[in-house]
């Protein structure tokens, strides 16, 4: 449940509240909105909540005290109405700009990383991507340079400017990979590695959290919310894609979830075409696709030299490809941006879907 208090409240009050709500064995979790505060009442209520509700709603500078209809709570848009936006050096995610984080799938060398990271700089990219952990589907293939592609990654922000995002694949890496990255990625396969999740909560660093190629959209805002109750609120979400039985792609890019993400939630949504289709040829209409929808950007996956990429070579884009899609989405951004509605208050409401995950 929501507490909303009056708009005069005093802190006095708000800590009242917080006070009541901390005795009761609950977490409160306090948002200012542009008026009033509004207090999230979270943890496991049970029966209790009706009692509970009545005595919160007693309390001094109290308005209402609202139920939250869905099983996510911190990232609704019911709690949070304004968008999430999120800052990371120069690069400002969530406030209507273009974000693109572009670079190669896996760091191979120095050179590799600072020949694409000059060219996609100077294209437009605002984030530069590049894996030094990587989940690979055989334990055989090329797993990664680990720290030593980390260092070239910090070497790449010093020489470009551009923050840099990278994959944290379990627990024991994330204070490393927190030290040397600007953003952490939490890939498809760990959407829902809670222990992983929990982790990154604790940081001080913006994480992007991929869908699970499985996951229902409520299972991903539930991913979301383990990382902004334990403590951290900038959390960008990606689709790359979701496993179907169509096989001449790689995955199937949902673009619908655009749309109802900014419905749902305050968080910022980016779309990873070159994971979703695994096929070059494929990116460039998927990401125009993606900013049409209203995406609040894109991930690609760039390499000097596609075909000898250690991983994903058939998804890479070349650096002149980069180019050339950055000529294309840049107008496509700017022609969009005025024409989607309000996504906080659609004209019908939306529920899950028999098939989503209604058991909460
Ligand atoms: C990646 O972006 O490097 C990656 C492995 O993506 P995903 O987790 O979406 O497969
Ligand atoms: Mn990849």
Excluded at 105 to 124: N, P, Y
Excluded at 189 to 210: C, E, I, T, W
């Amino acid at each position: 449940m929501f507490v909303v208090m009056t708009v005069g409240a005093s802190e006095a009050d708000v800590l009242g509240v917080k006070s009541h709500i901390l005795g009761e064995g609950m977490t409160p979790y306090d948002h200012a909105g542009p008026e009033r505060i509004v207090i999230a009442v979270v943890g496991d209520i049970g029966p209790l909540k009706q009692v509970l509700a009545s005595r919160l709603a007693s309390l001094p500078g109290v308005e209402a005290v609202t139920p939250i209809s869905r099983p996510f709570k911190l990232t609704s848009r019911e709690f949070h109405p304004e968008d999430t936006v999120i800052q990371v050096l120069d690069a400002v995610v969530g406030d209507g700009s273009l974000t693109m984080m572009a670079g190669p799938c896996s760091i191979e060398s120095r050179d590799q990383l600072f020949e694409t990271a000059d060219v996609v700089k100077a294209a437009g990219a605002t984030v530069l991507r590049g894996g030094a952990f990587k989940p690979r589907t055989s334990p055989y293939a090329f797993q990664g340079l680990g720290v030593e592609a980390l260092r070239y990654l910090a070497e790449a922000r010093e020489r470009t400017g551009l923050p840099v995002i990278t994959e944290v694949m379990e627990p024991s890496q994330v204070d490393i990979v927190a030290e040397y990255a600007d953003i952490l990625q939490i890939g498809t396969r760990n959407m829902q590695n809670y222990s992983l999740l929990r982790d990154v909560g604790r940081v001080a660093r913006p994480v992007m959290l991929k869908r699970g190629y499985g996951a229902t959209v409520e299972e991903w805002l539930m991913a979301a919310e383990y990382i902004v109750s334990a403590g951290n609120p900038n959390v960008i979400l990606c689709e790359r894609g979701i496993r179907t039985f169509e096989t001449y792609t790689r995955n199937t890019l949902d673009l619908s979830v655009v749309p109802l993400l900014h419905h749902l939630t305050h968080l910022p949504v980016i779309v990873d075409p070159s994971h979703a289709t695994g096929k070059r040829w494929l990116v460039k209409p998927l990401a125009i696709g993606g900013v049409a929808v209203g995406a609040d950007g894109v991930m690609v996956e760039v390499h000097p030299t596609p075909d000898d990429a250690l991983s994903d070579a058939e998804q890479q884009l070349t650096l002149e490809q980069f180019q050339d899609l950055m000529r294309t989405l840049i107008p496509v951004h700017e022609h969009v941006r005025g024409l989607h509605d309000d996504p906080v208050a659609p004209a019908t409401e939306i529920v899950a879907g028999t098939a989503g995950l209604s058991k909460h």
